[in-house]
């Protein structure tokens, strides 16, 4: 059974740093482009950050750039969303999701989401 | 940026109707289209990729259509557990991305 599980989230003041963690599990992690995509209270979906599956290709949306850096470990199953000079507009569940190996890159796994409250 | 539109905002619905929500892009997207179901404090769940075909275990009441610029998302008849909200999502310039606001279907 494919699992993604987020943890890291928390509270943290304005100018902050933060560091995701997104442990999968029940696929070969090493195979697939990984992604982060944040939902604020209330919101809709937004995507953040891509990672190709050796990390050779890493893509970031305009409003993170800059200051978030994704990465990931393929020995340990992990992604990793490594998150500087938070702002309040930052406040958001965030999900890692994995491309869908067919077609073209909907996400077909998604975590249960990590909460990140940016608040002084 | 693409920039996605979606109607209604709301569907209000009976259990056994057929829902019919609408997705339309700033700009052709070719096929690249997916969509979502979102119930409260879960994760997004995929129903539709390449804007027809349906994701592993997904029902068949649940189909797409569309290319281009506008794009279908069909309910053939409302199960008490379809009552959610749906996103589509384009990836045509992929990995960039980009969700439409959402068309949330409630019990009439």
């Known amino acids: 059974e494919v699992q993604l599980v987020e943890s890291g989230g928390g509270l943290v003041k304005p100018g902050g740093s933060l560091r995701l963690s997104c442990a999968a599990s029940g696929f070969t992690f090493s195979s697939y482009s990984m992604n982060w995509v944040r939902q604020a209270p209330g919101k809709g979906l937004e995507w953040v950050s891509s990672i190709s599956s050796s990390s050779s290709y890493i893509y970031y949306a305009d409003s993170v750039k800059g200051r978030f850096t994704i990465s990931r470990d393929n020995a340990k199953n992990s992604l990793y969303l490594q998150m500087n000079s938070l702002r309040a507009e930052d406040t958001a569940v965030y999900y890692c999701?994995?491309?869908?190996?067919?077609?073209?890159?909907?996400?077909?796994?998604w975590g249960q989401g990590t909460l990140v409250t940016v608040s002084s | 940026e693409i920039v996605l539109t979606q109607s209604p905002a709301t569907l209000s619905l009976s259990p056994g109707e057929r829902a019919t929500l609408s997705c339309r892009a700033s700009q052709s997207v070719s096929s690249y289209l997916a969509w979502y179901q979102q119930k409260p404090g879960q994760a997004p769940r995929l129903l539709i990729y390449d804007a027809s075909n349906r994701a592993t275990g997904i029902p068949a009441r649940f189909s797409g259509s569309g290319s281009g610029t506008d794009f279908t998302l069909t309910i053939s008849s409302l199960e008490p557990e379809d009552f959610a909200v749906y996103y589509c999502q384009q990836r045509s310039n992929w990995p960039f991305s980009t969700f439409g606001p959402g068309t949330k279907v409630d019990i009439k």
């Open positions: 999701a994995r491309d869908l190996l067919v077609g073209a890159g909907a996400l077909d796994y």
